[in-house]
């Protein structure tokens, strides 16, 4: 039987804006996802550890801070280190062309930068899992 995508939303590092987040957050429950978020000032190991606890197939990381390939490689080899390697991790926030192709390269499948409309990281989500027929239900 299908169930809903379960999304989490966290923000890594010492960032203090988390106003983008709750908007995603609250765009992906009205597209019928469920979502959990972590709140602020989370380290890679809350993160994962919250992923694996709650169950989630997507992760969702908004960093501002300018520190996103070292909180994205934390993150990504914490994952690894705990043998999860079918979660959707997506990257959103301030993050400059010239990073995000490491970002991929690192397992991020998709980055969203300024100006993103949360209808294509819905999009986004939504076709990964009708791609991947995982056992959840796209909206």
Excluded at 7 to 12: D, G, H, R, T
Excluded at 25 to 41: I, K, P, Q
Excluded at 69 to 86: C, S, T
């Amino acid at each position: 039987m299908d169930k809903k995508i379960r999304v989490l939303i966290a923000k890594p590092g010492l960032d203090g804006h988390d106003r983008g987040a709750k908007v995603i957050a609250s765009t992906l429950r009205d597209a019928g996802m469920e979502v959990v978020y972590t709140g602020l000032r989370q380290t890679p190991e809350l993160i994962v550890a919250s992923a694996i606890q709650e169950d989630v197939q997507v992760i969702g990381l908004s960093i501002l801070s300018g520190a996103h390939n070292v909180l994205v490689k934390n993150i990504m080899a914490r994952l690894q280190q705990e043998g999860v390697n079918d979660i959707l991790v997506l990257v959103g926030g301030i993050i400059p062309q010239a990073d995000r192709q490491g970002l991929k390269e690192m397992g991020v499948g998709a980055v969203f930068g300024p100006g993103s409309q949360a209808e294509e990281i819905v999009g986004c989500i939504e076709a990964h899992f009708k791609e991947n027929n995982k056992g959840v239900m796209a909206p």
